[in-house]
């Protein structure tokens, strides 16, 4: 074997090294990712999807969170699919929260207490809402057959909600909740009471209630309306303070019976919650748009709920409903990055300036941006963006199997979920753009809802 030259030898420890290099960096970028996914463990029941956990920060210092007691309600028909992400994101850095389901059991390594356990036996065993529970007491989980989870999942969404025995069962867990609530942090100062697709944003919600006084009945929540009964809408979170709980956990024990009837005629378990509340003397904060009803993804910035006077755009964001565990990824790691990179309070216009506008263009392959006024049953993508182009309101379209839609509302939507039939979507950026900075014109000093 013949001599290699000091430059061969010299060239060949750099290729070496540069070789062990380039497996180190690969060994550490699989190391970042898998530290991005949460291992199924046999907590999970035929997971949907793995759940994936946000970029890990530090708990902020949080002045005021020690006085606000979560309550966190569930159903043993979705806890395992969307708790997890909640442990990463909602409550990771809460030190007082309980977690209500109808099936007391672990989850990831948390306790879920039964909401349900001190509900008038005599209700568990006659009325019809209470077969699914009884079943659930008897079998868990696995007493029903894939076909029927498969079912229920897939349930219909009727003017009366969901028709799954699941959700038929929820309206229930309100009240007892008021009284679990109370025994469990009888001295905090706030009661927040959430859902499994709700997001709060902790730091802007305790900004928030500084403005308020909690030894006063504050009912703090998104305004919704039946029939007479006006009530906080629970999908999008809301708020008792101390003395309102009390007055709540009072009435219901005074005529707890009355309620347990309205309970099991109604079908909106928070609208029976405002019913008590209005009874006790508790009147409802309407707090449009500081709570929201809906994902960024799905909002109308533009919306006037509240009245024409009421800009959304110009005001700060609290909470956030209908946010799947990859929305409260998505939206926990940017959250995050404002918090750092920014520092100021959050205002709708920024979620949309920051989060929703990056990431919209000309067109989204494999995307429903909900666009929803069919515009040609026959249509190719080029001749739909020109549908939209040629309509002076036309911010953004959509087609899917050849079926054009256009809307004059901005939302990004998600990516689309309609099997083999793929959605295409596009927007109109300049017109965006314009958008923006006529919103930006429309505000004046609106921040939050006062009391």
Not at 295 to 323: E, Q, R
């Amino acid at each position: 074997m013949g001599l290699t030259s000091p430059l061969s030898r010299y060239r060949l420890y750099w290729r070496m090294l540069g070789a062990i290099l380039a497996l180190l960096l690969l060994h550490h970028v699989l190391c970042l990712q898998s530290a991005f996914v949460v291992q199924q463990t046999d907590d999970y029941l035929n997971p949907i999807r793995d759940v994936f956990r946000p970029r890990a920060r530090n708990c902020e210092q949080l002045d005021g969170i020690e006085d606000i007691f979560v309550v966190l309600k569930t159903g043993a028909n979705e806890a395992r699919e969307k708790l997890p992400v909640h442990f990463a994101t909602t409550l990771q850095c809460l030190p007082n929260y309980a977690i209500y389901s109808d099936l007391e059991e672990t989850v990831a390594g948390h306790h879920i207490y039964d909401a349900l356990d001190e509900v008038n036996p005599e209700i568990v065993a006659n009325h019809p809402d209470f077969v699914y529970y009884q079943s659930l007491k008897q079998k868990g989980r696995d007493g029903f057959s894939a076909e029927e989870r498969d079912q229920w999942n897939h349930a219909q969404n009727t003017i009366f909600g969901r028709d799954s025995p699941g959700w038929r069962l929820d309206k229930w867990k309100f009240l007892p909740l008021v009284e679990k609530a109370l025994k469990q942090k009888p001295d905090a100062k706030w009661y927040v009471f959430m859902e499994t697709d709700t997001y709060i944003l902790w730091s802007q919600l305790i900004f928030w209630l500084n403005h308020f006084w909690p030894e006063y009945p504050y009912y703090m929540g998104v305004q919704m309306q039946i029939a007479d009964d006006v009530f906080a809408y629970g999908g999008a979170g809301f708020v008792l303070s101390n003395r309102a709980l009390k007055m709540l956990a009072n009435q219901y024990k005074l005529k707890r019976r009355h309620y347990d009837e309205l309970t099991g005629e109604h079908w909106a378990g928070d609208c029976v919650l405002g019913v008590v509340a209005a009874d006790a003397g508790v009147q409802l904060q309407w707090s449009w748009p500081n709570l929201f009803g809906e994902k960024p993804n799905n909002m109308n910035f533009n919306d006037d709920f509240a009245g024409p006077d009421v800009h959304l755009w110009c005001n700060y964001v609290s909470s956030y409903h209908h946010m799947q565990p990859q929305d409260m990824i998505q939206f926990s790691d940017f959250e995050g990055t404002w918090k750092a990179m920014n520092g100021r309070t959050l205002r709708h216009k920024d979620v949309f300036r920051q989060y929703i506008f990056p990431q919209l263009a000309p067109l989204k392959a494999d995307w429903d941006n909900v666009s929803d006024e069919v515009r040609n049953e026959k249509s190719s993508l080029e001749e739909c963006r020109s549908i939209c182009e040629a309509d002076d309101e036309c911010v953004q379209f959509s087609i899917s199997e050849e079926i054009c839609r256009t809307s004059k509302i901005v939302k990004l939507g998600q990516k689309s979920n309609t099997g083999s039939m793929q959605t295409n979507s596009g927007w109109m950026m300049d017109r965006v753009n314009q958008f923006m900075e006529d919103m930006d014109a429309s505000c004046w000093d609106q921040t939050w809802i006062q009391p």
